[in-house]
């Protein structure tokens, strides 16, 4: 019986242990997102993938005026056009119909790497910014704010996004 009301009170002095330090931890939060839209390197970042962007548009319009070209061509002319050189147009036409579409895949996951290689120093810029002011201010946990992301949001935390925008230098 002594073993069980001893186990029962380290039990509880555990318990007791654990929860005063979970209320001496400090919490934080901040919206990333935000974070990094504000920073300057994100517009730079966005505006070289909109020139890539921009330029696989150009290069993907380009083969379709050419299609639309072919196949116009094609409509006008197949009466006059022997069986062999029909065949080669149709040919013609439906090989540039896989090159458009092995392009428009190609490229979007051209796009989606240019993404990633171009947004991931900023990415982590914000991570080594944010975790410096976290230190800073003795902050052990910080939760993203992000809606898409955020479960639950502690009244009383601390919001890091001010004090890291000005850690980065960057004005409202």
Known sequence: MK????LVIAIVLVALCNNVSAQNQKLAHISMQELITAMP???????????IQDDLG???EGM???YRRKIDEFSKNQEGWTELVKQSKLDEIQSMERRIQAFQEGAQESLQQDYNRLLQPVVE???KAVEAVAKEKGVEYVISADNQILIFKA?????LLPAVKQHLGIKN
């Open 41 to 51: 390197e994100y517009e730079t970042a966005m505006a070289e993938f909109q020139k």
């Open 3 to 6: 073993n069980i009301v001893k």
């Open 64 to 66: 379709q005026v050419e």
């Open 155 to 159: 009244v009383g935390t601390l919001d």
């Open 58 to 60: 150009k290069n993907l």
């Open 125 to 127: 810029k914000a991570n």
